[in-house]
């Protein structure tokens, strides 16, 4: 695949995220956020099931957004629209959120590569591919990449999730892992305080 494909695309995506990030804040446009509150397309996957894929957009290569932790398609509103005015984009709900049914396998970066793999597949989608992954989708974004270095041209990471995350906080920085660990607690006893 062409390589400036490639670079264009991320380019263009990091531009999308820099001028989102700087934004201030506006009521969701139900226009834009209309293909995230219904099911776009289930793709049937083993066990069963069937995985949520919204693509917007069309051309080469395929972007796939990965959401992190508790994320769906949704969380891209802002991201995918402007990207898909120039390649497709697709952006997948993940087992057991937004219209993807539940999976009784773990949620861990292996299981949901395998469903990602499995989803682009059904959806008849081959690549090229630039994967990317905000938080803990960088997991599956890496393990997706790793495993498919002929067809992934690009990857970007936003804000990823690291192994070890809270142990490499705490070395590096100590009062920073504190008040994050304290946090937690601090409004747990502001609720309680609410009986």
Sequence with gaps: MNSLVAVSSLTLLTVVLAAHS??????EAPERIAPYLQPQRLVHIA???????VCLGQGSPTVVLTAGLNGWS????QVQPPLARRTRVCALDPAGFGFSSSSPEPQDAIHKTRDLEQTLKGADLNGPYVIVGHSAGAYTALTFADQHRRIVVGMVLVDPAIPDEDAVRRRVAPKFAAFGGAAPTANLKR?????
């Excluded at 700087?22 to 009521?27: E, K, L, R």
């Excluded at 066990?47 to 894929?53: E, F, K, S």
């Excluded at 949704?74 to 509103?77: A, E, K, M, P, S």
């Excluded at 609720?191 to 009986?195: E, H, S, T, Y």
């Design 74 to 77: 949704l969380v891209w509103n």
């Design 47 to 53: 066990g069963a099931r069937t995985i949520n894929l």
């Design 191 to 195: 609720l309680r305080q609410c009986d």
């Design 22 to 27: 700087s934004a201030p804040p506006q009521a």
